[in-house]
C-alpha cells in the first residue's frame, strides 16, 4: 500500500504562489511516476502536471509556465510549485501516483491518491 498525503494549500490572492507538497509513503513510492490533479466545484478532476520518476516533466496547457513539478526521491515527497496563480486555478488538488501502464494524463490510470489540499486564489 502506498499513503499520500498533500500539504501547503491555502488562501492567496492573483499573482501570489504558493508550494504545494506530497509525502508517500509504503514499499517503493520513490519508483513511481506521479501527478497532481485538481478538481473545482462542480467541474470534473482535470489533469495538472506530471513526473515519471526519472524527473521527466508534463504540464496542462493551463498552468505550463507558472507551475512546476519536481520531486525528492530520497524524501518520498513530490512538490508543485504554482506560481502567478490565478482565479481559475481555485481547486482542491489531488497528489496521485500512477500506474505501470496508461496515460500520463488519465486519473484512471493512477493507482493511488491523496485526500486533498484545497487552494482559492482571490481576485
Known amino acids: 500500500q502506498v499513503q499520500l498525503v498533500e500539504s501547503g494549500g491555502g488562501l492567496v490572492q492573483a499573482g501570489g504562489s504558493l508550494r504545494l507538497s506530497c509525502a508517500a509513503s509504503?514499499?517503493?513510492?520513490?519508483?513511481?511516476?506521479m501527478g497532481w490533479f485538481r478538481q473545482a466545484p462542480g467541474e470534473e478532476r482535470e489533469f495538472v502536471a506530471f513526473?515519471?520518476?526519472?524527473?521527466?516533466?508534463y504540464y496542462s496547457d493551463s498552468v505550463k509556465g507558472r507551475f512546476t513539478i519536481s520531486r525528492d526521491n530520497a524524501k518520498n515527497t513530490v512538490y508543485l510549485q504554482m506560481n502567478n496563480l490565478k482565479p481559475e486555478d481555485t481547486a482542491v488538488y489531488y497528489c496521485?501516483?500512477?500506474?505501470?501502464?496508461?496515460?500520463?494524463?488519465?486519473?484512471?490510470?493512477?493507482?493511488?491518491w491523496g485526500q486533498g489540499t484545497q487552494v482559492t486564489v482571490s481576485s
Open positions: 496521485a501516483q500512477k500506474g505501470a501502464l496508461g496515460s500520463a494524463m488519465r486519473s484512471d490510470d493512477y493507482n493511488y
Open positions: 509504503g514499499r517503493t513510492a520513490s519508483s513511481y511516476a
Open positions: 513526473s515519471s520518476w526519472t524527473g521527466v516533466t
